[in-house]
C-alpha cells in the first residue's frame, strides 16, 4: 500500500459564543490516502439504498475519527458508508454539488 495520495478530512465543532449562540467551526486536517474503485457489489447496495456513491478510499484508522465531510482530489465529498479492518478504514464517498469546489470551502451548500 503507497498511501500516496492525501485527502482533507473536515471536523466540525459546535461551541456556543459569549450570548450562548452555537457557532460551527471546521477543523481540517490533511491525512494520506489510498483510492480504490467503488465495487460492483458495493455500488449496487448502496444504489439500493438510493444513495450514488462517487469513490472510495483507504486512510489509516488512526487517522479517521468519524468525520462526516472530505476535500478529495479537488472535490467535497460526503461520507456515506464506513468499513474498519483493523489498521486501515475504507471510506465510500458521494460527491456533493456545490459550487464551492477548490474554493477551500465547506462543500456544504445552504449555510
Known amino acids: 500500500m503507497r498511501f500516496n495520495e492525501t485527502c482533507v478530512l473536515v471536523a ?3 461551541t456556543p459564543d459569549d450570548e450562548g449562540v452555537l457557532r ?5 486536517t490533511e491525512v494520506f490516502c489510498n483510492p480504490f474503485t467503488v ?25 479517521y ?8 482530489r479537488g472535490k467535497w465529498y460526503s461520507v456515506e458508508g464506513v468499513s474498519e479492518a483493523g489498521d ?7 460527491h456533493q454539488m456545490s459550487d464551492s469546489d477548490d474554493s477551500g470551502e465547506s462543500g456544504e451548500s445552504g449555510e
Open 12 to 14: 466540525k465543532a459546535y
Open 24 to 28: 460551527v467551526a471546521d477543523t481540517k
Open 88 to 94: 486501515f478504514t475504507r471510506l465510500i464517498l458521494r
Open 65 to 72: 475519527s468519524g468525520e462526516r465531510n472530505l476535500l478529495y
Open 39 to 63: 465495487g460492483a457489489q458495493t455500488w449496487y447496495s448502496m444504489r439500493e439504498m438510493g444513495i450514488s456513491p462517487s469513490a472510495e478510499i483507504e486512510v489509516r484508522t488512526c487517522d
